[in-house]
């Protein structure tokens, strides 16, 4: 299995601490927005993974160093860090928001939290697994967040009320992956999503090169047949539609599939590519824009001086 040697790195200290043919680049500057800056800076040595957009035309980036969380605006660039430093071996990874100002942030090893996006104030934190493991990513539906962990072949579940209410701190719960699913001796499951049609999940297994369909309810998991690269450097996921954005990090490229409506088959449709990449992580749309954080896993050591963009791309 082919990954960034820095990002190895960083997961094996986070846990101790608590190629396919190119499809045809889509290089060219996104038009939603007009005049808004296709590349954002974001502040020196934040070393940036995940992304998420909204409510309203604002990215929050999550941290590697220290888990804190920044907010930028989507017309000018500008932003400003909205939590503080929680120390090192905190992270902030794989993120998403609600329509009710919420943010869920996979907290890598062996913790997830919850934290309002108008103040960056913790609504809830809750621990999952014993520090060990590696919560990476996040994907929402209507009744609950799902979140990967990197180092077990498990979901964790966290249930949502039906006004969006947040369980207590024991309300979190584990969700086995059985069926084809395949688990590498360390880093496995990364990015998720949700079918199309809604009823059953999307993760890229990176150990496997290949992306599964997980059912919510059990766990079981098929293998997603398409055609296109194998994905071994499969990161963020994003769907808009039909078309499955897999951030494909160490290739600093983004392959499209077109899902059917199940989730069970894709075809790849494009591959999109830009120099302005360094090793993109994931992604989130803003209208007819694609952002994407460089996390630069390139440089080894990260160092409080390294500089870090977040890029736009037009959608497919």
């Known amino acids: 299995m082919t990954r960034s040697l820095s990002r190895r790195r960083l997961l094996a200290t986070a846990a101790a601490l608590g190629a396919g043919a190119a499809l ?13 800056p296709t590349t954002i800076p974001l502040p020196d040595g934040f070393r940036p993974e995940g992304i998420a957009i909204g409510p309203g035309p604002y990215a929050y980036f999550g941290s590697l160093a220290d888990a804190s969380v920044y907010r930028a ?46 103040d960056g104030a913790v609504l809830a934190s809750y621990r999952a697994g014993d520090g060990q493991n590696f919560v990476n990513d996040v994907i929402l539906t209507r009744d609950a967040a799902y979140f990967t962990d990197s180092f077990r072949p498990e979901l964790h579940v966290l249930p949502l009320g039906k006004n969006g209410e947040l369980p207590g701190p024991d309300g979190l719960r584990t969700l086995p992956l059985t069926g084809e699913w395949v688990q590498g001796g360390d880093f496995t499951a990364n990015g998720i999503e949700h079918t199309p049609d809604g009823t059953a999940l999307l993760v890229v297994n ?38 499955l954005y897999v951030v494909q990090q160490a290739q600093n490229a ?49 160092l409080p001086t390294t500089t870090y963009t977040a890029v736009a791309v037009d959608r497919v």
Not at 24 to 36: I, K
Not at 83 to 103: C, E, F, I, N, Y
Not at 265 to 290: E, L, M, S
């Open 254 to 302: 983004v392959d499209v599939l077109r899902l059917n409506r199940v989730g069970s088959y894709g075809r790849a449709i494009a591959r999109i590519t830009d120099p302005r990449f360094r090793i993109p992580t994931t992604a989130a749309a803003w209208g007819d824009r694609i952002y994407l954080p460089n996390a630069r896993f390139d440089v080894d050591p990260p």
């Open 24 to 36: 045809g680049p889509l290089a060219a500057p996104a038009r939603a927005g007009g005049r808004w």
């Open 73 to 118: 605006e989507l017309a000018t660039g500008r932003g400003r860090l909205i939590t503080g430093s929680l120390g090192t071996g905190r992270q902030a990874v794989g993120m998403k928001t609600d329509a009710r100002g919420r943010l869920f942030v996979a907290g890598g090893p062996g913790a997830l939290r919850v934290i309002d996006t108008r």
């Open 206 to 243: 990176d150990y496997a090169g290949a992306l599964f369909r997980v059912d919510r309810r059990t766990g079981h998991a098929r293998k997603v047949t398409h055609t296109g690269p194998r994905l071994v450097n499969g990161d963020g996921l994003l769907l808009l539609d039909q078309d």
